[in-house]
């Protein structure tokens, strides 16, 4: 399909660019060219034989199509290079403008960060949060802070924490109370709508120290130390006090107000607050197990490093995320709208500092390829936004522009080689040269970058994908941003009038997203992923393509069409969704046993959506860092809603699959993994609409001996588990509660258990997560009903296991409330006839139950189902596949769907002599009847 200007243009309005991508996993190498010094002038400009009117070396710049450059030509032709750098200067001052691609940035930005950024102090991602600075003097004093923004954002979290940090290397240290301060202790006062005021005291409090104190807790401190001095990120002198409220039963507050008590051992000190989205115990944080994600060179002659602070318990992120030059595009755009040429010079020195470092880095490929080529792909990205504004201001140079120039030029080089065998890095990587292409069309090498990197990037989306549509890599996040990066781009090329080719696979891959999105619209947030709305970038893919019925599901309903279908399943991808509507109150679970880069070891991992919140979610990333609870997070299948075995991670990349069922009134979900080696574990779900779900799992192992199962589901922070036996109940302040029952209690041990939610990379919470654990050998199986209750809904069931004599195992749900009683059961298709309950039946999958006065019976195989000696269904020959029949005697009407229902077909005998009306598969049949049994013809 042709993507047309008007889409693209709405797509770019839209902000279509905005999230960067995760960083790729630090496993993920890159590759490099040999370039550890800047090209000289004579490659750049060219070198001119006199005698032959000819370029002895080739410029890099195409003066012929660009007659504005004839200054630049003629100086390089008399070997005048210095003046050829003023003449370029002259030119990209003047030349026509460019529509850059937007820039990225990795954490939450605010105007208050341009000075810090040029004092060379980076945050890496949301988990610190810069607020304000604070100013303590000689004397022990009060000061305030107002942090009411990010205490409301913190209470679904359960608890919010603060970092103090030196603003300025200096000798100087302050010293703040700490909790365990006889006075002045940390308080944060809370009014809320109404007036009432609330005081908390701080729940933990410390500080941590570098150098030889880096192992030693100060938890027990009453007084916090506040310090920063000398060259680098940080030195053994180093040290950053942390605090933590708890906020258990605390809603949103109309202000928030944080009150410490400080002094210094100068005569004043200035000291940064950042909100932090981490707990610790004080007993335990110091230094060494502290992931740190702020560090300072202000002062230091040489600035950024551009590294991974040595010896600090960093994410290795760090080292690879600040070349990227996130802040490149805030500092430009703090100096378009000042115009305070102290911005614009300190961005241009950050630029041609790194340029220099990176050039003369032995360790390195030089400033193209530094670290990797993902990070260099976003380097060139955002400086493609900087330069842009850039061009025009006092501060840049003849020379900083030729240089700025000359590394662009090689980047340019170094992403049409570079390669990675991850497919958003590429996406990443060729996107970047297509923005050269745009941005620096003076480049002889302009057009094939363009074209080039279009052609490769609509190939590598189509490669990225499977069969199905869905993405190669098990994560959210990656997915939505290799989308993200395709409407970028159609944007940057029609604002600056280049024509768009096809990309048909992007339709596949938006309804892929779309597809699992919660029905919220935020992202499910599996694998390497966070919990973000999904609907600003789903727009922009809508407008993209022109697809009416995506646009529906971007606006939640206020634009669009109605999509088509609502259960989904992507059986190479192997994931199943199945979801009731496309409003924000409908019903999902989303089943998966994918595999891929960025996913983690979860396969069968069920997440859950009901009525207004997720109810078992996914637990998040944290951070690629090497740290316990990011190992936990993403490395461990006790992390995830599935079920662990013998305490093992699992491997997703063993056989699995999955497959759904879509019928009016439920859904049918199974699947099965290898992942343990040693255990096969079956999972199905049981989607009875507007009750809940059926969950069973069998577990069978190759062996005799025992196995250790542990079924675990994960709850937000704030859910408030309690356990009733081995019933467990959520208690969250208002919205929907889910009950998790066990039909066999006895047989498993229930607990509640400490856990992490991680919302967005960079930010964890403490949360709790319910258990249910057993030993034993042989086959297994386990089954749960997982029961949500909408806000003012009063939803009471039981689910219990009743075996019959043929030793089969059947299930017997009740809901007094939903005046429902229903008997499930699932055996091997040999024809003999087993009971469930009151009822027989001979095939390899039944149920039935009694919804108030509406019989509902789902069956799989088999031709007779009996309720003692009455025949409810019978067939001549066994059913093909799985056939739903609903039975209303109020309405007089017979209704049949699910894929062995066929108009017309072969007869279906019903015990439903009061039926007017039948409908098979949507379509009005004809009835017959004969005794107390009709016929309609509706079989395959």
Request: charged share 15%; hydrophobic share 40%; aromatic share 10%.
């Amino acid at each position: 399909m042709s993507l047309t200007r008007r889409s693209v243009l709405r797509a770019a309005l839209a902000g279509a660019c905005a999230a960067p991508l995760l960083a790729g996993g630090p496993s993920l190498a890159a590759a490099a060219v040999a370039a550890t010094t800047e090209v000289p002038d004579s490659a750049f400009f060219g070198v001119w034989n006199a005698t032959t009117g000819t370029w002895r070396a080739l410029p890099v710049l195409d003066y012929a199509a660009f007659p504005a450059l004839a200054p630049v030509a003629d100086a390089a032709r008399t070997g005048d290079y210095t003046a050829a750098r003023a003449a370029l200067l002259q030119y990209m001052r003047t030349r026509p403008e460019r529509t850059p691609p937007q820039w990225g940035y990795n954490g939450v930005y605010t105007p208050a960060l341009v000075p810090l950024f040029l004092d060379h102090i980076w945050t890496l991602g949301k988990g610190e949060i810069y607020h304000s600075t604070l100013t303590v003097g000689a004397q022990w004093t009060a000061v305030d802070a107002d942090v009411t923004d990010g205490v409301r954002s913190a209470t679904s979290a359960g608890g919010v924490g603060f970092m103090l940090m030196a603003r300025h290397k200096e000798p100087s240290t302050a010293q703040f109370a700490g909790r365990h301060a006889a006075d002045g202790a940390p308080e944060l006062t809370l009014t809320s709508a109404d007036g009432t005021v609330r005081k908390l005291a701080a729940s933990q409090s410390c500080h941590i120290a570098a150098g030889p104190d880096a192992a030693t807790p100060f938890g027990s401190a009453e007084t916090l130390q506040v310090h920063d001095e000398g060259t680098g990120p940080f030195t053994d002198a180093t040290r950053k006090a942390y605090l933590w409220f708890d906020l258990t039963g605390v809603s949103a507050p109309k202000t928030a107000t944080l009150s410490l008590t400080g002094r210094t051992s100068a005569g004043q000190q200035q000291i940064m607050l950042y909100q932090v989205q981490v707990s610790f115990d004080e007993t335990s944080r110091c230094w060494n197990n502290t992931v740190q994600n702020t560090f300072s060179w202000h002062g230091d002659p040489n600035g950024f490093d551009w590294k991974k602070p040595t010896g600090a318990n960093v994410d290795n992120e760090f080292g690879y995320q600040l070349p990227r030059f996130y802040f490149a595009g805030p500092l430009a755009d703090a100096y378009r709208t000042g115009h305070d040429e102290q911005i614009a010079a300190g961005l241009l020195r950050l630029m041609t500092d790194f340029i220099t470092e990176a050039n003369a880095s032995a360790s390195s490929a030089g400033a193209a390829s530094f670290p990797r080529n993902l990070d260099a792909a976003w380097r060139y990205q955002n400086w493609c936004y900087a330069y842009e504004i850039l061009r025009t201001s006092p501060s840049l140079t003849a020379d900083a522009n030729t240089s700025i120039l000359k590394a662009i030029h090689t980047g340019g080089r170094y992403l049409t080689n570079t390669t990675s065998p991850t497919p958003n890095w590429m996406v990443t990587i060729k996107s970047s040269l297509l923005y050269l292409g745009v941005c620096f069309p003076e480049f002889l090498a302009a057009a094939q970058w363009r074209d080039g990197a279009q052609t490769y990037l609509i190939q590598q989306l189509a490669g990225a994908l499977y069969p199905d549509g869905g993405y190669s890599e098990a994560s959210s996040s990656y997915a939505m941003g290799v989308a993200q990066t395709f409407v970028a781009t159609a944007g940057v090329l029609v604002t600056n009038g280049y024509a768009v080719g096809s990309a048909a696979p992007l339709r596949d891959l938006a309804w892929y997203l779309a597809d699992q999105t919660y029905p919220n619209g935020y992202d499910p947030a599996y694998g390497d992923s966070g919990y973000t709305d999904q609907r600003t970038a789903l727009a922009a893919l809508a407008d993209l393509l022109d697809d009416d019925h995506l646009r529906h599901v971007a606006t939640a309903g206020a634009a669009g069409t109605t999509p088509d279908h609502t259960s989904v399943t992507y059986p190479d991808t192997r994931v199943v969704v199945q979801r009731t509507g496309w409003s924000a109150t409908d019903w999902y679970l989303r089943l998966n046993a994918d595999r891929g880069n960025h996913g983690h070891p979860d396969e069968l991992a069920i997440q859950l959506y009901a009525h207004d919140r997720p109810l078992l979610p996914a637990m998040g990333a944290y951070s690629y860092a090497a740290d316990p609870t990011a190992d936990w997070l993403r490395k461990s299948t006790q992390a995830h809603n599935t079920i662990t075995i013998d305490g093992r991670a699992q491997n997703p990349t063993a056989a699995g699959a999955v497959s759904n069922l879509s019928l009016p009134w439920a859904d049918l979900a199974d699947g099965f993994t290898d992942a343990t080696p040693g255990v096969r574990h079956q999972r199905s779900a049981l989607f009875l609409h507007g009750l809940g779900w059926l969950v069973t799992d069998t577990l069978t192992p190759a062996d005799s001996g025992q196995h250790t199962y542990q079924q675990n589901w994960h709850l937000l922070p704030d859910a408030g588990p309690v356990l009733d036996g081995a019933t467990a109940r959520t208690r969250f302040a208002a919205g929907t509660q889910l009950t998790i029952i066990p039909a066999e209690p006895a047989a498993v041990s229930a607990t509640v258990e400490d856990g992490h939610y991680s919302p967005i990379t960079y930010q964890v919470a403490p949360t709790r997560y319910v258990s249910y654990s057993l030993t034993a050998a042989g086959v297994r199986t386990l089954d749960t009903l997982l029961l949500p209750t909408p806000p003012g809904a009063r939803t009471r069931a039981s689910l219990s296991v009743e075996a019959s004599d043929d030793g089969g195992r059947t299930l017997r749900l009740i809901s007094s409330t939903s005046r429902l009683d229903g008997y499930y059961f699932r055996a091997p298709g040999d024809g003999a006839s087993r009971r469930l309950g009151p009822y027989l039946f001979d095939g390899s999958l039944a149920y039935v139950d009694r919804h108030a006065a509406v019989q509902r019976i789902l069956l799989a195989g088999g031709t007779l189902l009996r309720q003692g000696r009455r025949t409810l269904l019978a067939t001549a020959e066994p059913l093909v596949s799985t056939l739903a029949v609903r039975l209303d005697p109020a309405r007089r009407t017979i209704e049949i769907a699910g894929p062995a229902a066929k108009p017309g077909g072969r007869p279906l005998h019903l015990a439903a002599p009061w039926a007017r009306t039948a409908t098979v598969a949507g379509q009005k049949v004809p009835i017959t009847r004969k005794g107390g049994l009709v016929t309609i013809s509706a079989l395959h």
